[in-house]
């Protein structure tokens, strides 16, 4: 059963930063990609950050690209995502989530409907 845990959300001010991880158990192959997403309320589901399996393609949201950093830990299987000089506008629930079938060096997807399975989420609050 493949199961996703995020961890790291929490409270800070703008300017400050956080760390998330999410970490993938259930999978026995390695074609697959990763990506965090987030959710205001009243928002739809926004993709944020994707990494491919082998690290060597990403992709970012315009919102967050130069402010946030997403890496992966193949052999933890964890995914993490550094935040950087955080707005209020970053509030919201984040999750993370695997797209199945990604090639190791294909490139990945922001589209919330060609993710398979999801994790929780964590919030995320970044007081002005």
């Known amino acids: 059963q493949v199961q996703l845990m995020e961890s790291g959300g929490g409270v800070v001010q703008a300017g400050e930063s956080l760390r998330l991880s999410c970490i993938v158990s259930g999978l026995t192959f390695d074609d697959y990609a990763a990506g965090w997403f987030r959710q205001a309320p009243g928002k739809e589901r926004e993709g944020v950050s994707c990494i491919n399996w082998s690290g060597t393609r990403t992709a970012y949201a315009d919102s967050v690209t130069g402010r946030f950093t997403i890496t992966q830990a193949n052999s933890k299987n964890t995914m993490y995502l550094q935040m950087n000089s955080l707005k209020p506008s970053d509030t919201a629930t984040y999750y993370c989530?695997?797209?199945?079938?990604?090639?190791?060096?294909?490139?990945?997807?922001?589209?919330?409907?060609?993710?398979?399975?999801w994790g929780q989420g964590t919030q995320v609050t970044v007081s002005s």
């Open positions: 989530a695997v797209d199945l079938g990604v090639g190791e060096y294909d490139g990945c997807s922001l589209d919330a409907v060609d993710f398979d399975y």
